[in-house]
């Protein structure tokens, strides 16, 4: 499976950026499909996850202005960052876990299997 996280770039603090993650070899629908990002010296963190149901899911840094998403017949899953402020400035990764990972357990990045390379967004102030 390769995952291939790809749209970032650089953006001024209060713009938009849409990430997308396409996978070859793994069909997304079934699939649990994480956003997590890792900022210069810090952990890598959870940011989004969306699972096979459709039900969303998102860290309290970025809830009400990223959306995650889907496109189950273009084998595609997006982010959509809104608002952007330079703290969101890091790599950007897409990730796919078990379909039937609970809810509580979808910020551990240990649930996911496969991982794309990254996409760096950088936002400036």
């Known amino acids: 499976v390769q995952l291939q996280a790809f749209g970032g770039g650089l953006v001024q603090a209060g713009g938009s950026l849409r990430l997308s993650c396409t996978a070859s070899?793994?069909?997304?629908?079934?699939?649990?499909i994480g956003w997590f990002r890792q900022a210069p010296g810090k952990e890598r963190e959870f940011v989004a996850a969306i699972r096979p149901s459709g039900s969303t899911h998102y860290s309290l840094s970025v809830k009400g202005r990223f959306t995650i998403s889907r496109d189950n017949a273009k084998n595609l899953a997006y982010l959509q960052m809104s608002s952007l402020n330079p703290e969101d400035t890091a790599v950007y990764y897409c990730?796919?876990?078990?379909?039937?990972?609970?809810?509580?357990?979808?910020?551990?990045?240990?649930?996911?299997?496969?991982w794309g390379q990254g996409t760096l967004v950088t936002v400036s102030s």
């Open positions: 070899g793994r069909t997304l629908s079934s699939s649990t």
């Open positions: 990730a796919t876990g078990s379909g039937r990972l609970i809810v509580s357990s979808l910020w551990l990045k240990d649930n996911y299997v496969d």
